[in-house]
């Protein structure tokens, strides 16, 4: 680990949560998150540079927004800046930045607003606080837009159910509609549109790791796990996150799911037009992209055949598959009826194990002390099964009927309260590292009340980004990187194989 | 007369400002689509559950309960007190007075001060909280003293100049029926509705808009349903 040219956060011993900050003007200001480049802008139907007339461009932009979406127009007036949602961001929390408070980010563009778009704004600007959309306030929305991991916490603790999300959203697509974007982002959704997945695995090197996978598995276990890929007349499609097929820990929660998937006896497939869960169109608020993204698994579905679609362990893929694709690519009306379209990994695990077609040593995981982080856009953009709070109650059962030792931390750090990993939100990047160490750390400060309290040693999560973000921000809070571990790991590691052959 | 003059036609004019832009806005919330199933956690899955929970959200303030008691506690204490106050002053708009605003009187005149009392702590903490006195601007502060100078103005009528209230009720009563009586010069009485005037007027330009707009919040509004239910509205429609 390089050394870091910012410090961490200090953890108070004994605190369920972080104490409430001053708050310091400018803290972040420096952080600026690579912008895209031409190519990265263009691939993805944005002018590669800033355009000449941006200004009017980008106010009518939002303009057009706004008249699209009931959200933004409410929100952008309904704001009274009772201050409820000052001390709920995890940014604002780790950074000290006053611009990270909900409201204050949200006013960045409230301000252009209300400027341009407003009797008060356009007649007494000052009095209301209107601002002109000037080379400082685009500055300010390119640096505070991308300090906002659009995890919603905010909008849980507001009176009026304001989300910060969208409005952050909607900064970047005003951004990249005048040639402003961010290279992290936008370089990956161009991948999804030409490979088919972020990691630009084309596929025979797919098919190349699932086969490796099938062989370490065997070598481990003594029994043939398949892995299939483009499976004609399999039962189900399984879309999942591309960093499953190669990153520490996901890929053991594959292997998880191969397994679960092996002993229910159940014929699946990966497809490798549709290698890819996530769908990075939805940070950056493009609405044509996260059709076009989501069209792939539509495609892979008929062309497959299958009756069913499952999602592997990935936050904002969830929301985007749960919230939006009956939307975007549905009805589902080819798909059978009997199950929920689409379903969660967790959910058809659940199922499972509710009907006793699972074998399960806990004692296999023994060695593990978990707890288990809500991942945001799982918490509170989403659900599972049939019930409100299916979300929370689900993942946790799984992991009790697949071992012994479980402890939650603090209530107000779990469910819909809980806090970012700090990596959401397409803010996944090196260089936003020092805003991703300071970020983790409210969840950090939970985590470490379990730990001394309870010993616990292992994080479990169902997110892609929270995996990666944790792997590389423990080790900043002296834990170990590797207590990070996916559910379906502790599944997988549980799962007698065999058993019901 | 003069001044009975003007207050009419200025009281005349604001309602038709409130009336009409309030309905603007509204009929602006509701045609606004809302192309994606945003809903946040907890979220009802069905209709009526929506209902249940934006009635919690109106009357105790449910979210702002788990959020931060403090501004829970003023901001309860000082809508409850408006809503008294409110109900209350029907009885300068109505003949006979009805049994229920009868019942009520002495609340109501006690609900001033609640009222006070809660602009003042969300006022103070306007100050004395750095997070709070960050996002607040101008107009933040303008609406707190609108707020606080209507209470204590009204109050002034009440225990101070000692109004002929008689001739105030005949003077709404004429308003109403455009049978015009006089006003009464009184300065606390004028300046009182002055202010409720202006308070009128900026309304539907203001963040009082969150009054009518919260119902239109679709991560409260919207029902938890975005896989049994094909949702589609704007882009998403096309």
Redesign the interface.
Known sequence: MAKANFDTPALQPHQETPDLP??K?GAMQHLKTFPAKPLHNENIGYPGELVDGWQDKAVKRLGEL??????L???L????????????CHYFLGTED?LN?P??RQ?LLRSVYRRYY???GKHCP????AKDFDKEMLDDWYNYFHQCSQC?RC?????????TA?ISMAAREVMDSIGVGQKYCNEILAKVHKIGNNLGLPEPALVDTLEGLEEDVEEDTGVLVRFPVDQKGADVLLITPSADFFAEPHIDGLIGYAKVFHQAGIRWTLSSHASEAANFSLFIGS?DNL?KAAMRIREAALELGVKRIIVGECGHAWRVA???W???I??FDFLDPKY???QHIVEFTYDLIQRGALTLDKEANDHRRITFHDSCNV???S?MGN???G?FILPREVIKAAANHFFDMAPDTI??KTFCCGGGGGLLTDDLMELRVKGAMPRMQALQQVVEENGVNTLVAICAICKTQFAKTLPHYQFQGDMITSLHEVVGDAIQLGAKE | MILSVIFAILFYAATLLLIVGVARKIALYARTPAPLKIPVTPAPLTRAGVVWQMTKEVTVFRSLFFSNKWIWLFGWMFHVALALVLARHLRYFTEPVWGWVVLIQPFGKYAAFAMIAGLAGLWARRFLVDRVRYISSLSDHLMLALLMAIALSGLAIKYLSHTDIVHIKAYMLGLMYFDWQPLPADAFVLLHFALIIVLMVVFPISKLLHAPGMFFAPTRTQVDDARERRHTAGWTAE
């Open positions: 001053s708050v003007p706004v008249d699209g979406s009931q959200a127009r409410v929100f007036d309904t704001c009274v800046k009772c201050g409820a949602c000052t001390d709920k006053p408070m409201v204050a006013d407003t009797f008060a000052k009095l209301v606080g919603r909008s849980v603790f507001c009176p009026y159910g304001i989300d969208e609405g059709k749960y919230s939006f009956n939307t975007l549905g009805p929920p379209a689409p918490a509170r953009a659900r019930i409100p709070g979300q469910h819909e």
